[in-house]
């Protein structure tokens, strides 16, 4: 199915399949369960450790359950061998994708003086060369569809920047260099290219990060048009949009979901 053309009436993502990294929780899953329900066939890529398998595979029952259509694949996206069988084991149970959000991220709070080259290394091999390798390992397909839709996943720190995350935001910067760059590239395919902007998100890696959860709230009242925290069901509207015919003009963009936070 091209982009071109109006899915069948019924629900926005009917026929599509899609692969979301980073899926097991947060944005990521998220955005899987919003894609199910719009009738796409979901690859829910999972980090490989029995943590993140564990909660990936939940995540899974829960959308068959409720009639969706996924399946859980794990892959480091650093390891272009594992990403290339993640698109073969969807290519055996679906097909070939024609969506790809590239969420799979990393991070880790220090002062900028004490990341090492190990970490800044690490975080851009997740974050931005991931992105790079699973767009590869997808175009063929992408192009065997008729077109597709590929979406990256951004940060609101890239305009803000944000102490203690030098190499994070470094990375989610690039991310829109590279979304920019291969929405050029890929056009005449069929295929777009976009960008998601999300703000301050409450997810799991936050917390974990341990971010101080009343000063954020504090600072979305007083910065956001919408005061209050995002969560990650606030972003999958834009998702299901840029996945779907409805974006069908659109690339080479960045979608800011974040409250009205930074405008443009």
């Given at each position: 199915m ?30 899987a ?32 359950a409720?009639?969706?259509?996924a ?6 996206v ?10 073969a ?14 969420n ?16 800044w ?9 991931g ?10 397909g ?20 944000m ?10 910067a ?25 703000g ?6 936050e ?17 956001q ?5 995002g ?29 009205g936070?930074?405008?443009?």
């Open positions: 091209t982009d071109s053309t109006a899915s069948p009436a019924g629900r926005r993502l009917d026929g599509r399949i899609a692969l979301i990294t980073g899926a097991s929780w947060g944005i990521g899953a998220a955005v369960r919003s894609f199910a329900d719009e009738g796409a066939s979901v690859v829910v890529s999972s980090y490989p450790d029995d943590q993140m398998e564990r909660v990936a595979d939940d995540l899974v029952a829960s959308i068959t409720a009639g969706g259509s399946i859980r694949l794990s892959a480091d650093t390891s272009r061998a594992q990403i290339d069988e993640v698109v084991a969807t290519q055996r149970e679906f097909g070939d994708i024609d969506v790809l959000v590239t799979a991220a990393y991070s880790n709070r220090l002062p900028w003086h004490s990341i090492s080259e190990e970490q290394d690490h975080t851009h091999a997740v974050n931005l060369r992105a790079f390798v699973c767009a590869q390992a997808c175009y063929e992408m192009l065997r569809r008729g077109g597709g839709s590929i979406i990256t996943v951004t940060s609101v720190t890239v305009n803000l920047g102490p203690g995350l030098l190499d994070y935001v470094s990375s989610k690039g991310l829109i260099g590279l979304t920019r760059a291969l929405a050029r590239e890929v056009g005449k395919d069929g295929i777009r290219v976009n960008a998601v902007m999300p301050a998100i409450r997810t799991e890696q917390i974990a990060l341990g971010f101080d959860e009343a000063e954020l709230e504090m600072l979305s009242a007083e910065r048009c919408i005061p209050r925290r969560f990650a069901v606030d972003l999958t509207g834009a998702f299901v949009f840029l996945a779907s015919h409805e974006s069908s003009f659109v690339s080479g963009q960045v979608i800011n979901v974040d409250g936070w930074v405008h443009y």
